[in-house]
């Protein structure tokens, strides 16, 4: 213990300018993300925002009809990134400033002044961690709990999300970075393989447009994300980068071998990209479904449409299925998760679609969800006249425990039990084309894993974010800790604005089936 502290002392006289310039940056991104609630313009301004900003309005209806059944009409609008650079150069001071006292006494090698020295390998490990805890995640922390206190957010009622945030940030960034520096010997080489490193995370995919290599395209990958499922997909890819830094951090520290290092680095890199990317959709909707309560009642599914010969606009090759939710409370509201399809022909050929993401969108019981696929066009030719029989599994999130706030209209934001702190105003806000009544809502370091909308005089609204997290951790991985969304309002009889919150409170799988309907009946564009 003594010597780690010695360790640490030294590597701060050594390198107190960079800390003071990690800190300043800090601080400069702390002072750029505080943002006051904003002013109501007056009827001119608001013209002239609406005239200079017309995409910012793009609130739309919770549930929207939608061709004979009830999709998803979700959006809302997060207000202006203006402090993303800051974002970035506060992720990549973090990184050169770890990389600086790791590379104090580099790992690879065997002509490093501090071999000569009867160094114990646990207190260098021991003091750089210490380092990084003290100049890299305690500022972050500080920064953080003055931003949401500014905000006008309770921090005491938000400390299990500020310190998770900093669980995350050490296990994504700081120890990765910390890894990284091990495997290098000078500052050149880990600002290579960090831009590697980025690269590999965030742009890989590019490298599937090169036509020699047998891969699919970027938009393929992007369709393997699973909205509000992506949690557990992040949560494990997260943990393998975390365990697969931890062993490289062990190797080098406790024992030097380089190369083996690099090889776990390799594999753990590709593992994660693999996890993120790759992770099949019917496990992780089994776990999440183990994470809530089972649904009381029969929930079936039945495919809504009947019969017809008529087209509307000739052949698509896409199949049109809506499907209407059985055994709910009239008005219960769901969100349509995915789908999968299997049709059987009378000659014996099968079609099987992939997952289909339906995008968490909203409907009501007993209106259901319209599933859209695209059929393999050689199947679809061959049977299209033919007798065939359908099964499809619907995979639904149950929304209930309703709880409503009312507000009235005014200059300072109130506390909303379940969302964070709202404001309700009769004009709008600046950056949004809505001169009508409005509501904004901030949370801290996640918006809350439950549906959010304000009630209309229909009893339906608007919502505040298109597509929720459910996952159960208290933060997401975000520098940035408070976000901002708004919905249009509607004013009751008393002039008070309703803000409904409901909890995912189960996720079911729907199976039905369908025989004997000839397939082209089910043809997109037919009536």
Request: aromatic share 10%.
């Amino acid at each position: 213990m003594r010597q780690a502290l010695h360790i640490f002392r030294k590597d701060v006289r050594q390198f107190w300018p960079q800390i003071v310039l990690v800190v300043m940056i800090t601080a400069m991104f702390a002072y750029a993300d505080i943002e006051s609630w904003p002013i109501v313009p007056d009827a001119s301004e608001s013209a002239r925002i609406s005239a200079i900003f017309p995409f910012a309005d793009n609130a739309r209806p919770l549930i929207n009809p939608d061709a004979g059944s009830f999709t998803a009409g979700i959006g809302a609008v997060s207000f202006g990134d203006n402090v993303s650079m800051l974002s970035d150069l506060v992720v990549l001071a973090w990184c050169c400033l770890i990389a600086l006292v790791v590379l104090a006494e580099p790992i690879p090698g065997d002509r490093q002044f501090w071999l000569t020295r009867p160094y114990d390998r646990r207190s260098l490990w021991g003091a750089k961690t210490l380092f990084v805890l003290t100049f890299i995640m305690l500022p972050m922390l500080v920064a953080q709990a003055v931003i949401v206190a500014s905000d006008g957010l309770p921090v005491a009622a938000n400390l299990s999300g500020l310190l998770w945030e900093q669980v995350l940030f050490a296990a994504v960034i700081a120890l990765p970075a910390m890894a990284l520096a091990t495997l290098t010997k000078r500052m050149t080489q880990f600002v290579f393989l960090l831009f590697l490193g980025a690269f590999a995370a965030g742009g890989l995919a590019f490298l599937f447009l090169i036509p020699i290599l047998p891969l699919v395209p970027p938009w393929y990958l992007q369709g393997h994300r699973m909205g509000s499922l992506n949690w557990l997909p992040d949560l494990v890819g997260f943990a393998a980068i975390t365990a697969t830094a931890f062993a490289i951090m062990f190797l080098q520290f406790m024992r030097r071998r380089t190369s083996r290092s690099l090889v776990l680095a390799a594999a753990g890199a590709i593992a994660a990209f693999a996890v993120f990317w790759f992770t099949p959709w019917s496990p992780v909707f089994a776990v999440q479904s183990r994470l809530t309560n089972p649904l009381d009642g029969s929930l079936r599914a039945e495919i809504s449409r009947p019969p017809s010969n008529s087209r509307m606009y000739g052949t698509s090759d896409t199949l049109d299925l809506p499907l209407r939710i059985a055994g709910l409370p009239a008005g219960t509201l769901i969100a349509c998760e995915g789908a999968t399809v299997r049709i059987e022909s009378a000659s014996g050929g099968t079609w099987r679609s992939e997952v289909i993401r339906l995008g968490s969108r909203i409907s009501q019981a007993p209106d259901g969800c319209r599933i859209m696929a695209q059929f393999e066009n050689a199947f679809f030719s061959r049977n299209r006249e033919q007798q065939v029989r359908i099964q499809s599994s619907l995979y639904l999130t149950v929304f209930g425990n309703e709880r409503s706030t009312s507000m009235m209209p005014s200059k300072e934001p109130v506390s909303v039990p379940g969302v964070g702190m709202c404001r309700a105003s009769l004009r709008g806000f600046p950056l949004v084309n809505w001169d009508g009544p409005a509501v904004m809502c901030r949370a801290a370091f996640r918006w809350p894993p439950r549906l959010v909308w304000v009630r209309d005089e229909t009893g339906r609204g608007d919502v505040f974010v298109d597509t929720m997290s459910y996952s159960p951790f208290p933060a997401e991985l975000r520098i940035r800790p408070v976000e901002s969304y708004w919905a249009r309002a509607s004013l009751d009889q008393s002039g008070a604005v309703t803000i409904v919150t409901q909890d995912p409170i189960a996720h079911v799988r729907a199976d039905v089936e369908l025989g004997d309907v000839r397939l082209g009946d089910l043809e997109f564009g037919v009536r």
